[in-house]
């Protein structure tokens, strides 16, 4: 195959907001098993700890004590995780 027939896969950021998800006052012990979750259920193969390109990563920004989840991955990749948060998302 030459270098032209390779499919180029795009990798992107995408900070997901945890609001209605865990609690504004979750900790990070209750943060880490919907990344878990993630990554054992969507393309396994796919995350850092399987030695595939995507990753994970928590933080709470400032002023806003909301969690946040910053996933580097594939687009399609993305489309399964916003289809799992927006499951698990508590009705408004």
């Known amino acids: 195959m030459s270098p032209e027939e390779v499919p180029q896969v ?3 950021n995408i900070v997901y907001n945890l609001k ?4 504004e006052s979750a ?3 209750e943060v880490n098993p ?3 979750t993630i990554k054992t259920t969507i393309k396994p193969e796919h995350w850092d700890l399987m030695g595939g390109k995507g ?3 928590a933080f709470i920004p400032s002023p806003d004590n909301w969690w946040r ?3 580097r991955c594939e687009e399609d990749v993305h489309a399964e995780v916003e289809k799992l948060l927006d499951d698990l998302k508590a009705p408004s």
């Open 27 to 29: 900790k990070i012990d």
């Open 69 to 71: 989840l910053i996933i």
């Open 10 to 12: 795009r990798i992107k």
């Open 55 to 57: 990753a994970i990563s």
């Open 20 to 23: 209605g998800i865990v609690a």
């Open 34 to 36: 919907l990344i878990a």
